[in-house]
């Protein structure tokens, strides 16, 4: 089940919501709420996997109690004004329901809460790793055992994962996000150098201004975001002026 809270000061509006949560048999209702200082309280000590979160909210908005938050659930925006779709992307909101909604438009946003759910608690698609230094992958109906230090790069590819291995011409792919993968690979032999590619720092051949080359024949991008991480080890390793 995917545990949600309700957040609108208005409380047929609330009423509404609560109401098509309980028709959606994979949401779990945690919590209602009409003062989104109230909804603070509770999410800062309880977890939850989404909020349903009014836009208009006195004393404290929806999207400033979302920025509140130090690790947000996935957040589906209500709002009776449909300016406010923009500022949704400022809080990475996956879905906006723009007043009045039916039945079928909620029910639309929490299938695509759902896709998001399974992507990002997708264990069942990767091991951990064992002690032969190796992980396992959940792709094509089977399981691929692949040894971590052969890993050449991961490449995102929206909801699907490319996995690069040395020796092979083509990828492994599978269903998992770019964020889960990285906290399973270990950080001391893998970094991300743009938000979709992770490398094996053991592979780096070459840096040049924005790009690194891995081997022969791979060339990737690196991110404004991941230089100064990627320079920092880079540093760590050089020798000579």
Same mark, same amino acid.
């Given at each position: 089940?995917?545990?949600?809270?309700?957040?609108?000061?208005?409380?047929?509006?609330?009423?509404?919501?609560?109401?098509?949560?309980?028709?959606?048999?994979?949401?779990?209702?945690?919590?209602?709420?009409?003062?989104?200082?109230?909804?603070?309280?509770?999410?800062?000590?309880?977890?939850?996997?989404?909020?349903?979160?009014?836009?208009?909210?006195?004393?404290?908005?929806?999207?400033?109690?979302?920025?509140?938050?130090?690790?947000?659930?996935?957040?589906?925006?209500?709002?009776?004004?449909?300016?406010?779709?923009?500022?949704?992307?400022?809080?990475?909101?996956?879905?906006?329901?723009?007043?009045?909604?039916?039945?079928?438009?909620?029910?639309?946003?929490?299938?695509?809460?759902?896709?998001?759910?399974?992507?990002?608690?997708?264990?069942?698609?990767?091991?951990?790793?064992?002690?032969?230094?190796?992980?396992?992958?959940?792709?094509?109906?089977?399981?691929?055992?692949?040894?971590?230090?052969?890993? !050449? @790069?991961? =490449? %995102?590819? &929206?909801? *699907?994962?490319?996995?690069?291995?040395? #020796? /092979?011409?083509?990828?492994?792919?599978?269903?998992?996000?770019?964020?889960?993968?990285?906290?399973?690979?270990?950080?001391?032999?893998?970094?991300?150098?743009?938000?979709?590619?992770?490398?094996?720092?053991?592979?780096?051949?070459?840096?040049?201004?924005?790009?690194?080359?891995?081997?022969?024949?791979?060339?990737?991008?690196?991110?404004? !975001? @991941?230089? =100064? %991480?990627? &320079?920092? *080890?880079?540093?760590?390793?050089?020798? #000579? /002026?």
């Amino acid at each position: 089940m995917i545990r949600c809270v309700a957040i609108d000061d208005e409380p047929l509006a609330l009423k509404q919501l609560v109401s098509y949560i309980g028709n959606v048999p994979f949401l779990e209702l945690a919590g209602s709420f009409q003062s989104s200082v109230e909804a603070q309280k509770f999410l800062n000590s309880n977890q939850v996997d989404v909020m349903f979160v009014d836009v208009n909210m006195p004393d404290l908005s929806g999207l400033d109690l979302v920025r509140s938050l130090p690790n947000p659930p996935l957040v589906v925006l209500t709002t009776a004004y449909s300016e406010y779709a923009v500022e949704g992307y400022k809080v990475e909101a996956i879905g906006y329901l723009l007043k009045p909604f039916s039945l079928n438009d909620f029910r639309q946003v929490a299938e695509k809460v759902q896709k998001q759910w399974n992507l990002l608690h997708a264990e069942s698609m990767v091991s951990n790793a064992d002690s032969d230094n190796a992980l396992f992958f959940k792709t094509d109906y089977k399981v691929l055992r692949v040894e971590i230090p052969s890993i !050449l @790069y991961v =490449e %995102s590819m &929206s909801e *699907y994962l490319k996995i690069w291995v040395d #020796g /092979k011409k083509e990828a492994i792919v599978v269903l998992l996000s770019l964020k889960k993968l990285e906290e399973r690979l270990p950080s001391g032999y893998f970094m991300r150098i743009h938000r979709s590619y992770i490398i094996n720092l053991k592979k780096i051949k070459s840096v040049t201004k924005g790009h690194v080359q891995l081997g022969d024949d791979v060339t990737l991008p690196i991110g404004d !975001l @991941y230089k =100064e %991480s990627l &320079s920092a *080890y880079i540093d760590s390793k050089f020798l #000579g /002026k």
